[in-house]
């Protein structure tokens, strides 16, 4: 298992009722991580809707993840 700091934005923070959680998972990449997540949440968007960042950094949804990371799940912005 792996712990990671999961930190959300918009509307994803509003949904989890949460600006941050910790989360043991055993998945290694963000993109199964994030479907996890968004069966708990009940996120309304897809993976391909989203960029996700690791430790501040954009990256590929196929990207390694370590225990310590913070990931983060970033929504379409709307407004105008």
């Known amino acids: 298992m792996t712990t990671l700091r ?5 509307q ?11 989360c043991e998972t055993a998945h290694a ?8 997540l968004r069966a708990r949440h ?5 993976a391909s809707q989203l960029r996700v960042a ?14 310590g990371d913070v990931v983060v799940f970033i929504p379409p912005v709307t407004g105008g």
């Open 6 to 10: 999961i930190d959300y934005f918009a």
């Open 54 to 67: 690791v430790n501040d950094a954009f990256v590929p949804w196929e990207h390694p993840l370590a225990d």
């Open 42 to 46: 009940g996120f309304p968007f897809k």
């Open 29 to 36: 990449t963000p993109g199964p991580l994030y479907e996890e």
């Open 12 to 22: 994803l923070r509003e949904l989890a009722g949460t600006a941050s959680e910790a």
